[in-house]
């Protein structure tokens, strides 16, 4: 191989290897934004059912301050 080639191969292996470690920086960014949703529909989730069973109602028919 000449010393061209693989200094075309050395260059390929370092811009794979950015590509790698930005890709899964990316990966684990969003796992994290996935795992705040999953927790986000988890209350949500929770307060519609207090909501269906009765439980504070109040809270959505109150009139605005201003009024």
Do not use: C, F, K, W
Request: avoid cysteine.
């Amino acid at each position: 191989m000449s010393e061209s080639s693989i200094e075309t191969l050395e260059m390929r292996i370092a811009y794979q290897d950015a590509t790698i470690e930005q890709l899964s920086d990316l990966v684990y960014a969003q796992s994290r934004d996935i795992d705040r949703l999953n927790e986000r529909y988890t209350q949500l989730q929770s307060r519609i059912e207090s909501l269906s069973e009765g439980g504070d109602v109040q809270e959505l028919d109150e009139t605005p301050p201003h009024y």
